[in-house]
């Protein structure tokens, strides 16, 4: 069985401005990733955090917690980068040396089983080094940074890179992997229901992954709706599905879950819409729209909100 205390989770924590203030206060990813990590690991992991333009709320919860180690942009001696990828290169960089194994996982993702680690750590190889999240349904063939697993020596055999690719953060990975020859370990969809074709996944029955959880849900799969304007009924729609299921996610965590795998009836489409519509309305940030996309760099909406 792997030991805990050899594991490292790295995460990046922030705010923007689509998530702060009340809305976040009452959907905290911080403490409902730390609730679902104490509740599906054995004690002793540690979680190595960049709090990235993160509250002062949000940022005491981390500090409260004895399994977090956390760095935060407003520390001076705290390097800023532009894309929040630069952050998951710097946390491997300060842990490949005191930990076996690294998982990053995003700030909208949690295990949903217990023995996850030894699930993912255990069958961890020379010949297949890396276990990672694939968004089959987002059009992807390469691996997906919201959940990767993998050993400290092998970061430090194949200095794996989370630079933005052609796709995403983390897609050179397992471009590197294919290129040599090498196997990763795919976790694919898992869903029963699926209320969004790519938000509240399930993955490998094992692991959950929001999307956009604290960001508009700009994705590929819906950027014919977005280029053509944010204030489209189009993408108002989309708005309205996003906000209900980041609701139904952290108000009724455990019957969600259930609900995404089978276990309970879905809500209908109709309910969905019109609580997630009714969210909508309540978040003024809606009003004016900016775009704040940082792990995709430049695109027709400019570069994203400047760092505050």
């Not at 942009?73 to 998951?88: C, G, S």
């Not at 994705?219 to 980041?246: C, K, M, S, V």
């Not at 009836?265 to 996309?293: C, K, M, N, Q, Y």
Request: aromatic fraction near 10%; charge should be negative.
């Amino acid at each position: 069985m792997i030991d805990p205390g050899e594991v490292a989770i790295l995460v990046v924590h922030g705010n923007g401005p689509y998530y702060e203030g009340r809305f976040a206060l009452e959907h905290s990813w911080p403490e409902l990733q730390m609730r679902q990590l104490r509740r599906h690991t054995p004690p002793g992991f540690t979680m190595v955090a960049v709090g990235n333009r993160i509250m002062p709320e949000h940022e005491a919860f981390l500090r409260s917690c004895r399994e977090v180690e956390i760095h935060c942009t407003h520390d001076p001696a705290m390097p800023l980068f532009k894309e929040i990828w630069r952050y998951r290169n710097w946390l491997v960089e300060q842990t490949h040396e005191r930990f076996r194994y690294l998982i990053t996982l995003d700030s909208d993702a949690f295990p949903i089983t217990d023995g996850w680690l030894d699930r993912y750590l255990e069958g961890l190889s020379e010949r297949e080094p890396v276990a990672a999240v694939q968004r089959l349904e987002n059009g992807d063939t390469h691996s997906d940074r919201s959940f990767m697993a993998f050993s400290s020596r092998a970061w430090r055999q194949h200095r794996f890179d989370f630079a933005n690719g052609p796709k995403d953060a983390g897609c050179r990975i397992s471009a590197y992997l294919d290129s040599r020859g090498l196997s990763w370990r795919r976790l694919t969809r898992s869903n029963a229901w699926n209320p969004h074709s790519l938000t509240a996944g399930l993955y490998d029955s094992a692991i959950y992954h929001h999307a956009a959880g604290g960001r508009l849900p700009l994705y590929r799969i819906n950027q014919a709706i977005w280029r053509e304007g944010l204030d489209t009924p189009a993408f108002e729609t989309e708005l309205a599905i996003h906000n209900a299921l980041l609701d139904a996610i952290h108000h009724d965590t455990d019957h969600f879950l259930d609900q995404l795998q089978g276990r309970a009836a879905p809500t209908s489409r109709e309910a969905l819409l019109a609580g997630g519509h009714e969210i909508v309305r309540a978040r003024p940030e809606f009003a004016e729209p900016l775009f704040d996309d940082r792990d995709r760099g430049p695109n027709r909406f400019g570069e994203g909100e400047p760092r505050r």
